[in-house]
């Protein structure tokens, strides 16, 4: 190790070339890459120090950044053999590739390579620390992974992951010198993939470290680098051009000219190596906290957009529980509707019942009221009956006696005989007298003539020519003809004696009175026999129904019985029901509250996320607000569509417009 005195540069190269091989007191430490795709609790992370002795005096830490085979492990190969001064034809490797496989230094076993014959794909899948000491300073370099890993061009998660490992990495070094970017200096210009590593570079680290960045175009030479400097999203303090090929092949398949070709670019390799440790031990070292609070202010960051897309999910999920708690009050209120007017109904009922009950119990007491009053009644009857019974065969007796002293009907009437004249008819007139009633000359033939006193009966038979009436001895004046004659006869008159008549009489209505008491009686008893046999009959129907009103009122009872039951039942229902309803009511408050918690939560982190996006736009004047925010934004999109309440989604899409604007605003 030369010295501490102050030497010029050219001194500093020719010691480096003519010194003796040195070997390297800090060994390897290979860091590991962390993920902060999605928060993770805060925690003390330190670098891991590599093993062996620790360095007395300064050291310079520096990064090696660059896309994916650009060639950061072949430099740090150039490295060691410009620290450890290797030859051309004995290389020193300590990164194995394709054709050197394994490491020929002691401490370099372990390496970060993870495929060595894929030339397609980051070999470097760690933060890998390689020390290496001049004079009395250390140079500690990390080799990083690769950017815009070709495993996945269209993926973020492994640049993400890499991104996270090196600013990890950086921000645990204390002191950072110097930011060497590696480029390939084949290229002409800015590639798809060169491009998006240079903005992953400018957008992930502090502005105050990119002014000490460092570019060494590599597998070129001064006159054949064709890249444009002006293409740089951000001026390097300064750039070196080397061809790095001696790794490329073995020294023992180059000829003459492959070996004369390789001493030369060998030769100015080592001369831009330690032009750029010249350039590094000039320039002023920056604290890496700078880092540790870009991460701290990234990761705070995404915590709280994570929180708030939590509280969107929290929010549907207590919009959704909302929902299902008011469905469930609504249909609580439903079925205590329902119970209410069945509980209502079955109150009704009850009254009903026990109305019709109280009308039972008096039809049943008016029922076997009138059972007794009838079955009185049919014992008056009976008794009527008897007495009926004996006086009608009192009366009965009574007039079969006054039957056989019966008068007869002819015991009043007294025959005479007298002689009577009868007006008798004839076919022929005859000449009769008016004045003596009697037939003077039967056969009379004069004209007949019905004029009484007609002088034309002087010329009758009866006159014998003179003017009186041989018979009756009247004159013609008394005579008339007529078409009968004038009989007497004897006639038997009969005469009633009205003393016996009386007599007989009184013994007929004697007996017409017995008789009408015969018949009354016989009708009373006949009477009293229907009035029995209907009081039996009544009293049969009272029983009958009094047992009717009995079973009714027993059926009525039971049915009662089972109303009260179902009431009771529907009380419990009801009670039960309220009981839930209060208790959802509880949550459903208990949501309620939740919820505003979760919308003031989110308010506070969407707060939050500006504020910290604010400050890390301070410390990161070109960080990729869009792309950190793109992910969680397609997130939220997708997320869209599995969000069922209008109110999440609502909240959801405002967060998602404030997210873009906010990225917008930042990145204008």
């Given amino acids: 190790m030369g010295n501490k005195s102050i030497k010029t540069k050219s001194e500093k190269r020719r010691d480096a070339s003519s010194a003796p091989p040195q070997q390297p007191k800090l060994k390897q430490a290979v860091y590991p890459a962390t993920a902060l795709l999605a928060p993770k609790p805060k925690q003390e992370l330190k670098a891991p120090l590599p093993e062996g002795p620790q360095p007395t005096g300064p050291v310079r830490t520096i990064i090696l950044l660059g896309e994916t085979g650009s060639g950061k492990s072949t430099f740090v ?34 390496h970060s390579e993870a495929n060595l014959d894929d030339t397609s794909m980051s070999q470097t899948r760690k933060c890998a620390f390689y020390c290496f000491e001049k004079g009395a300073v250390t140079y500690r370099f ?16 492994i640049d993400d992951e890499s991104i996270n490992t090196i600013l990890l990495a950086a921000s645990e070094a204390g002191e950072l010198h110097a930011i060497v970017l590696i480029i390939n200096g084949t290229i002409a210009r800015l590639t798809t993939n060169l491009k998006n590593a240079l903005q992953r570079i400018a957008g992930n680290y502090p502005d105050v470290l990119l002014n000490n960045m460092l570019v060494v175009f590599t597998n070129t030479s001064a006159g054949g680098k064709n890249f444009d400097e002006k293409s740089f999203p951000h001026t390097p303090k300064k750039t070196f051009v080397m061809n790095n090929s001696a790794f490329s092949s073995l020294f023992t398949n180059w000829n003459e000219d492959d070996v004369e070709l390789q001493e030369m670019f060998w030769k100015g390799s080592m001369q831009k190596i330690g032009e750029l440790v010249d350039c590094i031990d000039q320039l002023a070292p920056h604290s890496t906290e700078v880092f540790r609070s870009m991460l701290a202010k990234r990761n705070d960051i995404r915590s709280h957009i994570f929180r708030a897309t939590t509280e969107i999910e929290k929010q549907q999920q207590l919009m959704e529980k909302l929902e299902k708690l008011k469905r469930e009050v609504a249909e609580i209120q439903n079925v205590l509707r329902e119970e209410q007017s069945k509980s209502e109904f079955e109150e009704k009922n009850v009254k009903l019942f026990l109305e019709q009950q109280r009308l039972m119990a008096a039809v049943r007491v008016n029922a076997e009221s009138d059972k007794d009053t009838i079955e009185s009644e049919w014992h008056q009857a009976e008794a009527q009956v008897s007495r009926a019974s004996t006086k009608l065969a009192r009366k009965t007796q009574q007039l079969k006696k006054e039957r056989r002293q019966e008068l007869p009907s002819s015991y009043y009437i007294e025959t005479r005989h007298e002689r009577n004249k009868q007006n008798v008819a004839t076919p022929y007139h005859n000449t009769l007298c008016r004045r003596c009633k009697v037939t003077c000359h039967t056969r009379c033939g004069l004209t007949f003539s019905n004029l009484i006193g007609d002088r034309a009966f002087l010329g009758c038979a009866c006159m014998k020519g003179g003017r009186r009436c041989d018979r009756c001895g009247c004159g013609p004046n008394w005579h008339v003809h007529d078409m009968y004659v004038i009989e007497e006869r004897i006639q038997a008159i009969k005469e009633v004696n009205y003393d016996k008549k009386e007599e007989y009489m009184q013994q007929q209505r004697k007996l017409s009175r017995l008789e009408s008491k015969v018949t009354n009686w016989r009708y009373r008893l006949e009477a009293a026999e229907q009035e029995v046999q209907r009081y039996r009959q009544l009293l049969s129907n009272a029983l009958t129904h009094t047992q009717a009103i009995n079973q009714d009122e027993n059926l009525l009872s039971s049915q ?5 039951k179902k009431q009771k039942a529907i009380e419990k229902s009801i009670a039960l029901a309220a009981k839930r309803k209060t208790e959802i009511e509880g949550q459903l408050a208990e949501a309620e509250a939740q919820l505003q918690q979760a919308a003031q939560s989110l308010k506070q982190a969407q707060e939050v996320v500006t504020l910290k996006c604010r400050e890390l736009k301070s410390i990161c004047s070109r960080f990729d607000f869009v792309g950190e925010i793109k992910v969680t934004r397609e997130s939220l999109q997708l997320s869209l569509a599995t969000l069922k309440s209008s109110q999440a989604r609502e909240k959801a899409e405002a967060f998602i417009v404030m997210l873009g604007k906010l990225a917008d605003g930042l990145m204008a």
């Fill in 77 to 110: 190969n150039y490295l060691a053999n410009f620290f450890l001064s290797g030859d051309l034809r004995a290389l020193k490797v300590i990164i194995p590739n394709k054709i050197y496989r394994n490491p020929t230094e002691a401490g370099y076993e372990s």
């Fill in 142 to 157: 990390i080799d990083t992974p690769g950017l815009s890993d070709t495993a996945n061009s269209t993926d973020r998660c």
């Fill in 560 to 564: 009662k019985d089972e109303v009260l």
